[in-house]
């Protein structure tokens, strides 16, 4: 498909957030959408979604500064006030987001309708792209797991560090990231980013707790309703969002979008039906019983990646 025949609900996400009115367009288009309950967990074939290389890495438990650091100047309205979040319970989340291989063992087990193919070749090992919240939250019950909630992904982006605007610092680099040009709305091969579109899940730095992707490369559905205001009266310990709403947050900016994006605090807001060729998924569950993976500690993750201190577990599959 050329891009001048991308319809509207093909279109990439979060590619001009820059005028403070962006998310309230957002949210007007969103406001059909309004769905009030979860859909039936997905029927699978028990136990594919063990066969998988489901690479899991326990997040421990903890307190954060959620929301807008002091040195981001480009903040919205919806990410204030900056507040403290207690995660009381230690919870685990996918090292990578959900490859397209994963995504299309689930397709076969489940007899699920896959999402539309993008207008670019992508390999097993990329995200997969055009899923829906619908989507990503039934990959990820079929998984055995939970889409994460906001707060539980924003403190995993952080990676224990507190204060900064992108997880390694407060200036963007596309040696951290996979991420568009300065400029709306298009992908960019740049230093390490050598890819203009996706790029392989593991292919740059992981964060200190030991995760890849969080920002750039697709946007990552998370839990939670979106709600502008949810900030100014979040419980201390385990937000979940509203219990209802119109638009879903997404979460971490894409290959398509310009370096303002992909901001830890930065959140978009978009109906849970839209499908866009640089959205896509990763799945949290509850923690279980620690099973710590030979090795794991000092070690470098993904082939082709760069080391990096994890404080967290990689935990095998259960």
Known sequence: MHKAQRTMRNRPVGTCIVRKHVLTALLVTAAAALVLAEPEPPHGVAGAAQALDLRWVRIPAGSF???????????????????????????????????????????????????????????????????????????????????????????????????????????????????????????????HDQWVTTAPVGSFAANDFGLYDMTGNVWEWVADWFDPGFYSQSPLSDPVGPTVGFGRVSRGGSWLNFPQVLRVSLRLVFTPGGQTSNIGGRCARDAGPVRIAQGAEGSRGAEGSRGSSHKAQKILNP
Not at 115 to 142: I, K, M, T, Y
Request: charged residues 25%; contains cysteine; hydrophobic residues 35%.
């Open 65 to 191: 500064q959620m929301g807008c650091v002091p040195a981001d100047d480009a903040c919205e309205e919806n990410e204030r006030p900056r507040h403290r979040v207690v995660l009381s319970r230690s919870f685990d989340l996918l090292a990578t987001e959900i490859t397209v291989g994963q995504y299309q063992a689930f397709v076969a087990a489940t007899d699920r309708d896959p999402p539309p193919s993008p207008d670019f070749e992508q390999a097993a090992d990329h995200p997969v792209v055009f899923l829906s919240w619908d989507d990503a939250a039934a990959f990820c019950r079929w998984a055995g797991g939970r889409l994460p909630t906001e707060a539980e992904w924003e403190y995993a982006a952080r990676g224990g560090k507190d204060g900064l605007v992108y997880w390694w610092g407060n200036e963007v680099s596309h040696e951290w990231s996979n991420y568009g040009a300065d400029e709306c709305c298009e992908g960019l091969a740049d230093g």
